[in-house]
């Protein structure tokens, strides 16, 4: 089943690719036997994140275009709150990039993030691998950029692009503090606000004491509404994908790959039924314990 | 070295703990070995989570005085951002709960978030159950409420205080959606604000209708910077740890928290420079594949 979906997807087979995705996206068995057995070819993954209603549909819509005005073919995948709750916002970005729905060379996907208050989908790295192998030349992941650590957005994405606003308050400080670390680029947006150039100043300043590597990371500001800003964005972007790498970087981000897929492999083997039953059992003692239990059910 | 410490720990010693808790953040070997020959105290467990800037902190420290005042032991945890920007944040909160940083029935520790965004310390499952093991009545968890899945702030505390502001504005919205899942209780902090009512009778409406097991969580609303309303936070916690919780939702979180140990238990076997060397080579190969190499190391 998995195989003949993946050379229909291969083949371009957009159908395909939806009813794939939503199979990884609920657990379905095969998938990562599949993905063992499939070249899965390298193209550019650019992550788009940062906190909610900086304006990241708003960018993303705007990369697009200027993707397909160069005759890119691109895929898209949105990682939007799973509430019910939400279904209005999610409507809303839907409704902004619609414009890009239709066209025949763009794919746009709508993931949930289950149970998390945000950030990344438990399988959007064998996800964003099954969209690998869809003929696209390049991957867009846009995701809330609250919750999920460094290396899961990094590690996903070749280059990760953080937009923020001009905004004081608490709560844009408290996510940037970690946002700093995971940044290739900055994007400062809705720049025609009225305390943009200090915050500007302020993140340059930030930029440049946070990283002891001695790397300078660009901002580029956006009014991305307007699509001011956007060419700079793109070419920025292709620069930075040009660049080679850090290879102690690469490095680490491939052995957090590589945990989370053999976390994965460990728990598929877990009979659940069987592991609820013991675990059941252990429970009605007096001196259960927790830890004893577990070392005694992974041995 | 655990053992000693542990013993210290159960008869009152604050330095054993301290540095109990400063290796288990640092992953030092021993901890999980010990706590599996530990018996863990069962004992009240309150999480208090948000969005940054409800609150959290000045709720937490009229929860204390309501606690001390009732004669009882509290020891606290939060959970703050890593990130060296945050010092200020930190030390914002310190001081705000300095009054009780000298009470000889408080311990107060901040943990750092590894990496993460907000959320929770990847280890704080194991850290409470070192905190149980002190001899104080009740154990306060305060945390960032976004990025965590409902089942790692839920299956971690007993019950769960969800404090929210009157403010309308998308990101509360996003938060709200999520948090809402986990409430046991919410309070509505500074509801001296303007539009506190509309707020309120909006949470009202939204907890009426996402719920669907029929359970109505109680709403409060407080100012906690002038003590307002806590004591019906206090009480209706303590009506709320005296009913039982739900056999179905216990079950579900004992599955997750025996989940996480496992994937802790499976990784502490790996050796992390085998892994790298293996991986490297891997990755010399022409046709290298991250999941066939997953399934070929695993096995």
């Not at 708003?58 to 709750?85: H, R, W």
Request: hydrophobic fraction near 40%; charged fraction near 25%; include cysteine.
């Amino acid at each position: 089943m998995w195989d003949k979906w993946i050379s229909q997807i291969q083949q371009g087979d957009v159908r395909a690719l939806a009813r794939a995705i939503s199979l990884a996206e609920n657990d379905s068995t095969g998938l990562l036997e599949t993905l063992a057995q499939v070249a899965i070819p390298a193209k550019p993954v650019i992550g788009i994140t940062g906190p909610p209603g900086a304006g990241k549909s708003t960018l993303t819509d705007a990369l697009i275009g200027a993707l397909i005005a160069e005759g890119k073919s691109v895929a898209v995948l949105c990682v939007d709150p799973s509430s019910p709750f939400h279904q209005g916002a999610v409507l809303g970005d839907r409704i902004r990039m619609s414009e890009w729905y239709t066209h025949p060379n763009v794919y746009i996907r709508s993931l949930a993030t289950r149970g998390a208050l945000g950030g990344l989908h438990p399988r959007i790295l064998e996800i964003t691998d099954l969209v690998k192998c869809f003929p696209a030349d390049c991957i867009l992941v846009e995701t809330v950029g609250v919750g999920q650590s460094e290396v899961e957005v990094a590690g996903l994405a070749d280059r990760t692009v953080v937009v923020l606003v001009p905004e004081a308050g608490d709560e844009i400080q408290t996510m940037k503090a970690g946002l700093l670390e995971i940044a290739d680029l900055f994007v400062v947006n809705k720049s025609d606000r009225p305390d943009a150039a200090r915050f500007q100043s302020h993140l340059e300043r930030m930029v440049r004491e946070d990283r002891t590597d001695g790397i300078t990371i660009p901002i580029i500001s956006t009014v991305a509404t307007e699509k001011k800003g956007i060419e700079e964005v793109v070419t920025t972007l292709k620069e930075l994908l040009r660049s080679p790498g850090q290879q102690e970087r690469e490095d680490l981000l491939m052995m957090e790959k590589a945990k989370h897929l053999l976390r994965e492999h460990w728990l598929r083997k877990l009979d659940a039924g069987k592991m609820k039953a013991s675990l059941r059992e252990a429970m009605q003692s007096e001196n259960f314990n927790l830890y004893a239990w577990v070392s005694r059910y992974a041995d």
